[in-house]
C-alpha cells in the first residue's frame, strides 16, 4: 500500500493504492476442494480474500476508534450547522475524462467510488464544508453533435454512476501550438503520457459553468473537503475570509511553490523566508486563479534535485 499522509492523519486528496499479487501452487488432494484457477471468478475471489487479509492485518485500532469518533461528532453537528447556514457558499464542478474505451473497461466502481468520496466531503454531507458538488465527465469523440449515449457503453456505465456526460471533440490541434525554438512539446505530444493529445480535452473544465471547478483522476479518492483552498479562490484578500484563507494556505501550498518564487531561507511554512519576506506575508494579497497537485509519490529521495522538480499529477 502506498499513501501519502501529514503527521494529523490523511489530509485532502490522499490517494491510495494497493497493489497485490498473489502466487499459487495448489495441489489436488483427495476429498478437498479445488478451484480451478483458470476461471476468472475464482482468481477475483482469491485476490479479495487476500485484500481482505491484508487490509485486517495492517489495521490500526487506534485509527478506527478515532474513525468512529469522527463519524459521532459529525452526526451531532450536522443538524447545528444546517441551521447556521441557508446552503453552500458555491457548488464547485468536479470533472473527469475518459479518451478511450474497451470492454476490457469498465469505469462505474471508480467513478461511483470517486463521486460518493467527494459528496461525503461535501456540503450538506459533511460538517465543516460550505462547497456543494456537482459532478462530469468528458468523453472524448470525433463529432460531439452526433454523440449518442446509448451506443457509449462508457459513457452510459458513468451516467450511470452519477455523473453528467459531456461529449468532447480534441481541444487543442497540434499545428496550432506555439512553442520557443528547441521545444519538443509540439513534435511530442502525440506519443506523450498514455493518451498523447487526447488528454487535452481536460482543458474543457475551462468551459464549466461554474465559479470554481475541479477536474480529476478517475483512481483519485478524497478523504477531506478543499475547503482552504476554495475559499482562496472565492474570497477577496481585503475580506475577512480572504485574509484568513491565506493565512491557512500557508500550511498547503507546496514548499517548491515558494522556491520558484527566490532563493529560500528554510522551509517556509516553518518560519523560512523568502527574500526575508515570511510565507505569510508572501500569500497575504495574493489572488489564485488555479491551484495544482504535485507528483511527491513518485519521487526518488536517492536522486539528486528530485525533490526541487517534482513532476505535474495529472
Not at 284 to 292: L, Q
Request: contains cysteine.
Amino acid at each position: 500500500f502506498a499513501c501519502s499522509y501529514s503527521k494529523d492523519g490523511p489530509r485532502f486528496g490522499t490517494i491510495c493504492h494497493s497493489n497485490i499479487i498473489v502466487r499459487t501452487n495448489a495441489a489436488v488432494k483427495k476429498n478437498m476442494i479445488y478451484l480451478n484457477l483458470n476461471k476468472p471468478t475464482y482468481r477475483r475471489l482469491l485476490i479479495a480474500i487476500a485484500f481482505v487479509s491484508i487490509t485486517i492485518r495492517n489495521w490500526d485500532d487506534k485509527e478506527l476508534i478515532r474513525a468512529f469518533r469522527d463519524a459521532s461528532r459529525r452526526a451531532k453537528s450536522v443538524t447545528s450547522s444546517a441551521t447556521t447556514t441557508d446552503g453552500p457558499i458555491s457548488t464547485v464542478a468536479y470533472a473527469i475524462s475518459i479518451t478511450k474505451c474497451s470492454a476490457k473497461i469498465n469505469p462505474f466502481d471508480a467513478a461511483a467510488v470517486l463521486k460518493r468520496s467527494i459528496q461525503l466531503n461535501s456540503w450538506p454531507k459533511h460538517p465543516k464544508s460550505q462547497y456543494a458538488s456537482e459532478f462530469y465527465a468528458f468523453v472524448l469523440t470525433s463529432d460531439a453533435t452526433q454523440y449518442k449515449l446509448q451506443s457509449d457503453r462508457c459513457g452510459t456505465l458513468l451516467s450511470l454512476a452519477g455523473w453528467k456526460i459531456i461529449p468532447q471533440e480534441e481541444q487543442v490541434f497540434r499545428n496550432l501550438i506555439k512553442e520557443p525554438p528547441g521545444s519538443i512539446l509540439k513534435s511530442g505530444i502525440a506519443k506523450n503520457g498514455c493518451c498523447g493529445i487526447s488528454e487535452l480535452i481536460k482543458l474543457a473544465t475551462y468551459k464549466l459553468p461554474h465559479e470554481i471547478a475541479v477536474h480529476l483522476d478517475l483512481d483519485t479518492l478524497l478523504t477531506n473537503p478543499f475547503d482552504e483552498l476554495y475559499n482562496v479562490m472565492h474570497f477577496p484578500p481585503n475580506t475577512d475570509e480572504g485574509k484568513q484563507a491565506r493565512k491557512e494556505l500557508v500550511q498547503v501550498v507546496a514548499p517548491t511553490d515558494f522556491n520558484r518564487r527566490s532563493n529560500v531561507v528554510g522551509h517556509p511554512s516553518r518560519g523560512g523566508s523568502v527574500n526575508d519576506t515570511t510565507a505569510r506575508e508572501l500569500l497575504a494579497n495574493i489572488v489564485v486563479d488555479a491551484f495544482y497537485t504535485k507528483d511527491y509519490n513518485m519521487v526518488d529521495p536517492r536522486k539528486k534535485g528530485c525533490v526541487e522538480h517534482v513532476g505535474v499529477q495529472g
